[in-house]
């Protein structure tokens, strides 16, 4: 007797349920893919218990026909596709004919619908996958699906199920995606009878992120906006300082289809490089159109996950699309008080005599007196900075740091633009502005500089500030620096896993291109290295060439940009050597330096780490702090 066996359509049923449908979030996110896909602008979640005994969803779109609502429940039964090419360009969200099938199965499921023709709604009620009714009812426009009793009649899933609010969370988090995919339609959703979300279906990304994912989130994006070879990359990226501990706010969709793709994930992450830190995760609403054709969305049912035809070209595109916006923003963060505990009900009295001409001196303590005082500022210790210095020989860095004058002038306002700065003072040149007019108040601590300028005082981290002017000098000579390959009396001979290794032979070019040479040995997949990039040490080697060819595999990088993101961390620790040191004394040149730079040039706004370099405190602010508004 053979031993295979074909199963029923109940079991097989179930068996795709276990592929489509896990918990209560997957099946609100195939229906709600089914209302978008049904054209409909407003569509309206409800669910109780966490989804696990009731989800409700309801759509005004296109609505079922008569002669459809009994094959809406039979598998592989769809309006998406009609034959085999039709998957070779997928435009809707669903296609597959699995989702309604897969519920069906294991709940009871009741779908009420009218199309815009129709005179009256039909209505079919099913259990355990079993049509029980299919009749005439009274409804409007569009399509209200209700799901009771998730895996009852299968109850070693539903034993796997969390407690209800996990599974709201879940919920919650999957209406969320759709709604930023699609901001033109207007979500809602009701949990236990609450309203957790509710989106305004406006059209307007920034309005959709705003009402979904906070105000405090939407007012740290930068906007997005590339176009190139076929592909489209538009959205919004978080700023350096809206980072979170995980990639849980990293938002990606392929035409319009929320997906979790590791190569658009890699090339945001790399984007980040020297502008967060190394342990934080940038967040992003990032949407990326590109042909149908050259996307595979038919790699699994839950359809979370694509394949591009050319991954390289997609990494390549959302990175330089993200990196040239992180490099060009030029906002700095506000320092905001807390709110004043007071206000006056009258505008202060002799606004502009100074507070020490209305009191009695004689009151006056000495400390006091010391602090009213405008003398000299300690800009400079008489102790040598030994370790400075020796990091800025290390790196062939001019010193400008000779001991100040014992009688160092004050600062004064600064309004001679004719003035440069000293030429080997490393400046960074790119996007340089006019110097504003400013006046330096003083440094605190030894570590930040107050600079009043343009209605506001800047803040600025003069150690921060440095290593980040330090690290674009130095990032800008190794850039414009011609690729000099060095040849190796020792060639390094490198085993290779077979996908790195497919990855090296299709890749070549783009290794030489950097500065490597190779022969290779496709019996044993070894690589026999004959050169090297110059500015490459031996003893890192392998681990670039490795991590290269690893993520030239798995699309998750490029080779130049993998190269220069290993140099740039090479270049962290060297500039944060050789900067000034908070808490450390400076003379009045090399704060004065620092300020100009941070003045002049507005895209340093954060360190290598990821630290902010400069914050803002308008005298707005301070006027409503103390009640002068």
Do not use: W
């Not at 509710?198 to 990304?205: N, R, V, Y």
């Not at 633009?417 to 006019?434: G, H, L, Q, R, W």
């Not at 490795?546 to 220069?564: H, P, V």
Request: with cysteine; hydrophobic share 40%; charged share 25%.
């Amino acid at each position: 007797m053979g031993r295979i066996n074909v199963l029923d359509a109940h079991v097989a049923n179930l068996i795709a349920a276990g592929e489509v449908v896990d918990r209560p979030a997957s099946v609100v996110k195939e229906l709600i893919e089914n209302s978008i896909d049904a054209h409909a602008t407003q569509i309206t979640v409800e669910i109780k218990n966490g989804g696990v005994s009731f989800i409700r969803v309801s759509d005004n779109g296109s609505g079922i026909s008569p002669e459809d609502m009994p094959l809406a429940l039979k598998r592989h039964a769809t309006s998406k596709i009609q034959k085999a090419t039709d998957l070779n360009a997928i435009f809707t969200l669903g296609f597959r004919g699995e989702a309604l099938a897969a519920i069906s199965s294991v709940s009871k499921v009741r779908i009420i619908s009218k199309t815009k023709d129709a005179p009256n709604g039909t209505m079919l009620y099913a259990d355990g996958g079993e049509i029980l009714e299919v009749g005439d009812a009274g409804c409007p426009n569009g399509t209200t699906i209700t799901v009771e009793e998730i895996f009852a009649n299968v109850p070693a899933r539903r034993k796997f199920l969390k407690k209800d609010s996990t599974e709201a969370s879940a919920v919650c988090a999957a209406v969320e995606k759709v709604a930023l995919s699609h901001p033109e339609i207007a979500f809602k959703l009701i949990s236990d009878g609450t309203v957790k979300l509710e989106s305004a279906g406006d059209g307007k990304l920034e309005h959709a992120i705003f009402s979904i994912l906070g105000k405090d989130f939407a007012k740290r994006l930068l906007s997005v906006k590339c176009h190139g070879e076929g592909i489209d990359v538009y959205g919004f990226i978080g700023t350096s300082e809206n980072v979170k501990p995980t990639r849980n706010f990293q938002n990606f969709f392929i035409n319009h289809r929320y997906v979790k793709s590791r190569t658009a994930m890699a090339a945001l992450e790399q984007a980040y490089s020297s502008y967060i830190a190394p342990e934080k995760f940038p967040s992003c609403v990032l949407f990326i159109d590109i042909d149908p054709s050259a996307v595979d969305v038919n790699v699994h049912p839950a359809k979370l996950e694509v394949k591009f035809s050319n991954e390289k070209l997609i990494f390549d595109t959302v990175y330089y699309a993200v990196r040239s916006t992180i490099e060009n923003n030029t906002e700095r963060p506000d320092l905001v008080l807390r709110s004043p505990v007071a206000t006056f009900t009258r505008p202060a009295t002799n606004a502009f005599v100074p507070v020490v001409d209305r009191v009695d001196r004689a009151t006056i303590t000495p400390e006091q007196l010391k602090l009213d005082s405008i003398g000299d500022l300690p800009f400079y210790s008489k102790v040598s900075d030994d370790f400075r210095e020796q990091a800025r020989k290390e790196l062939n860095i001019p010193s400008r740091y000779a001991p100040a004058p014992a009688d160092t002038p004050k600062f004064v306002p600064k309004t001679d633009f004719a003035d440069e700065i000293t030429p080997n003072s490393n400046a960074v040149s790119k996007n340089e502005i006019p110097l504003p007019d400013y006046r330096i108040v003083g440094v605190a601590f030894n570590t930040y500089i107050f600079v009043e300028t343009e209605g506001k005082v800047v803040i600025i981290d003069k150690h921060a500030a440095h290593e980040r002017i330090l690290f674009e000098n130095l990032r800008g000579k190794l850039h414009d620096a011609t690729v000099m390959p060095q040849i190796l009396l020792v060639p390094i001979t490198l085993g290779l896993s077979q996908s790195d290794f497919n990855a090296v032979c299709e890749f070549s070019d783009s290794f030489k291109e950097i500065g490597f040479d190779f022969e290779v040995e496709e019996k044993h997949r070894q690589v026999r290295i004959n050169q090297i990039p110059s500015a490459l040490k031996i003893s890192d080697v392998e681990d670039v060439f490795a991590t290269i060819a690893d993520r030239l595999a798995e699309g998750t990088g490029d080779a130049i940009i993998t190269k220069q993101d290993v140099y740039e961390k090479a270049l962290y620790q060297a500039s944060c050597k050789a900067a000034m040191k908070g808490g450390r004394f400076d003379s009045e040149s090399d704060v004065r330096f620092v300020v100009e730079k941070v003045l002049s040039i507005p895209d340093i706004t954060v360190c290598p780490h990821g630290r902010p370099v400069v914050i803002n405190l308008t005298k707005h602010e301070l006027d409503r702090q103390f009640g002068r508004e």
